[in-house]
């Protein structure tokens, strides 16, 4: 079995998920990583027992490596996604895989020309929960659907923009409650539900001392027919958890974070109860465990070796990407 030996660039919050998954796979190896502030990646490779590379082009230029993990600020993700690939490494890419549509578009043409594997991280799509209510959807289980919402009203403490150089900022964060913080809500509507198409958007600073939004909310068409609203936040107080509800002719889910809280089928309910989570990651981005990304790079893991189909590629992120850029320019036209 080809042990698949990974990179990493950018050793931040979300770094030390990345490696406790990579630690826990087995043909999987963490051999170093590259940060442009030297004593993060010290401390951090000392910590994981890997290497530290001198720059990101030192870290692609060793052929050992077969992966690189992109955890960097959002703004860089597509430029160093298209110069992994350009130097023959597949790519795991933390959302949002770039900051405009123009940008993913290029990270897919990019990903398609070099015949080398990128997954968008969307790790909530593997929760059993998540996957049980997609297949009762595909199933038709819950007739036409009617309604389906989503919900993502988080607080964000004013210190955790004013403590970064680039949280908040158009030029690195490219949006606020939707782009960053909702991005992942937005690629799990539209893993359950299918695509949509935008009827109006807008979004809106409200709390925060940031150029970019804090509050947005949008009306969507998908192309089952049902209609439905995307709400985000970084602005309400303490913050709560992601709430998605799928509403059909013969039933009804409801998921809390990625926990089933009700489950109706025609008479019958299935499921009624109060989902026990805390604000967690809706209050504090630490506060985040790392089975999902377990999950996911361990899939893709297996598609570089042939074993699995990639589940989650380059194309998914696009289309998350795609429908919150729709938002903002929506925001832009006139408001009758």
């Avoid at 027992?49 to 001198?54: D, E, P």
């Avoid at 990903?111 to 009762?136: C, G, N, P, W």
Wanted: proline share 2%.
């Amino acid at each position: 079995m080809k042990t698949v030996r990974f990179g990493l660039v950018g050793c931040g919050v979300i770094s030390q998920v990345h490696a406790d998954s990579i630690a826990t796979i087995e043909g999987a190896e963490l051999v170093g990583a590259y940060d442009a502030s030297k004593e993060h990646c010290a401390a951090f490779a000392e910590k994981n027992g890997i290497r530290t590379y001198s720059s990101y082009s030192s870290m692609l230029a060793d052929e050992s490596i077969d992966a690189v993990c992109i955890c960097t600020p959002s703004g860089l993700h597509a430029d160093q996604a298209v110069q992994a690939l350009r130097e023959n490494k597949h790519v795991v890419l933390e959302k949002p895989m770039a900051l405009t549509v123009a940008d993913a578009a290029r990270v897919c043409r990019e990903a398609e020309y070099s015949h080398h594997l990128i997954t968008v991280i969307s790790q909530h799509r593997f929760h059993k929960d998540v996957m049980r209510v997609r297949e009762l959807i595909r199933s038709g289980a819950f007739g036409q659907l009617v309604l389906c919402d989503l919900s993502m009203k988080y607080w964000r403490d004013p210190s955790y923009y004013s403590n970064s150089t680039w949280r908040g900022t158009f030029r690195m964060d490219g949006g606020g409650a939707l782009m960053n913080q909702g991005i992942h809500g937005v690629d799990l509507i539209r893993f359950l539900v299918g695509d949509a198409k935008l009827l109006r958007g807008r979004v809106k600073t409200l709390v925060h001392s940031i150029e970019v939004e804090d509050t947005a909310a949008a009306l969507v068409e998908f192309d089952c027919g049902a209609l439905g609203v995307i709400e985000a936040s970084t602005a309400t107080a303490p913050g709560f958890s992601r709430r998605i509800e799928i509403l059909g002719e013969k039933g009804y889910a409801v998921l809390v974070d990625a926990h089933l809280e009700r489950l109706r089928i025609g008479d019958e309910m299935l499921i009624d109860q109060t989902v026990a989570v805390d604000a967690g990651t809706a209050s504090d981005p630490t506060q985040l465990g790392f089975e999902g990304h377990l999950l996911q790079l361990r899939n893709f893991v297996a598609a570089i070796r042939g074993e699995e189909d990639l589940l989650i590629t380059a194309q998914d992120g696009f289309a998350a990407v795609r429908l919150i850029e729709e938002i903002y320019q929506s925001s832009k036209q006139p408001q009758s």
